[in-house]
């Protein structure tokens, strides 16, 4: 085929463009040539990933004050994952012969707006206080004491503990903080993780007890984003930095209305299971939650929930599980 150039008929370039695309065209539908074909390999193909973004104000990071861990999520809403988690767990039961070591109690208390007035009951603090002693390590949620003088009384019960209180976080005037009470134990990092995806910033504990070193990750979720928010804790936890053994405790608000079992956690172990009852009051449901990654089931000795709790007291049960600190 000559080419438009060298025809003695003068054609404008645009119009040998046009005339040599419709050839190409109904050369292509006649079968003489073929389209390439690619296929992206089974590997590059996902499902449920992180929104990417490029720059610190496009992931819409939040500001961490001093005392915050350099892990930091986006704002945006973490995708729903494809995999459905059906997987049921039962109270472990305790195991004929551990390995000898230390047992280490691990306990988790949601003691429903802790703050002057309740502090003022002499009888109240002396009953918490008794409940504490018999555990190793105790995380408390809901001191709404802005003073620190409702739980630094508390702490005058606890005899051979120490006691430190977080950094107040809310994202509204309401504003709680964390109790961290223990004995026996190391801890060697203090750190609320910042996230604008959750109401409150989780608290990252690292502690060393005999031969163990493990992070313990205390959260307060809001029951109307439970979702949301649990799906933010399990991409933080998920993160490379706590491959080694981790554990999530508080009250997570993940059992009945606010919070139905799916891909969040599915290679953990919940020791606290779903039908178990947190809950002083008439709803039977599974709010508060202990969560162990694979490297710390090796530890893991048993789980269980205190219920000698009146309303007065709290809305929610003790939590605990036992452990094995002679295993690293």
């Known amino acids: 085929m000559r080419s438009c150039k060298k025809s003695k008929i003068k054609v404008p370039n645009n119009i040998c463009i046009l005339i040599l695309t419709a050839i190409m065209m109904i050369t292509l539908n006649s079968g003489c040539l073929e389209a390439p074909k690619e296929t992206l390999p089974e590997s590059y193909i996902t499902t449920s990933t992180m929104p990417y973004e490029t720059t610190l104000e496009q992931r819409g990071y939040a500001e961490a004050p001093t005392t915050t861990s350099t892990i930091i999520v986006p704002s945006t809403t973490i995708p729903p ?28 208390w949601n003691i429903q707006r802790f703050g002057p007035t309740k502090a003022s009951n002499t009888d109240i603090v002396k009953f918490l ?12 949620e809901e001191i709404t004491d802005q003073s620190g003088a409702a739980f630094n009384k508390l702490c005058t019960y606890l005899n051979d503990y120490k006691c430190i209180a977080s950094d107040r976080t809310g994202n509204s005037t309401y504003k709680e903080q964390y109790g961290i009470i223990y004995k026996d134990a190391e801890l060697t990092r203090n750190n609320l993780i910042a996230t604008n995806s959750m109401e409150r910033f989780p608290l990252w504990l690292t502690f060393k007890s005999g031969n163990w070193t493990f992070n313990l990750v205390v959260a307060h979720t809001k029951p109307t984003d439970d979702k949301i928010e649990m799906m933010t804790l399990d991409y933080i936890l998920n993160q490379p930095t706590f491959r080694n053994d981790t554990i999530l405790i508080g009250d997570l608000n993940a059992d009945c209305s606010y919070y139905s079992r799916d891909s969040d956690f599915s290679s953990w172990l919940w020791a606290i299971p779903d039908g178990e009852d947190t ?15 694979s490297p710390a089931q090796n530890n893991f000795y048993k789980a269980g929930v205190m219920k000698e709790v009146t309303p007065d007291i709290s809305d929610h049960y003790l939590i605990y599980g036992v452990f094995d600190n002679s295993v690293p």
């Open 129 to 140: 206080a008794s409940k504490i002693n018999d555990y190793d390590i105790v995380v408390l």
């Open 81 to 108: 994952e494809t995999t459905i988690y059906t997987t049921t767990t039962t109270l472990q039961t305790p195991l004929e012969n551990p390995t000898g070591g230390k047992r280490l109690t691990i306990a988790s």
């Open 279 to 293: 809950t002083v009051g008439a709803s039977h449901c599974a709010y508060d939650r202990i969560i162990i990654n």
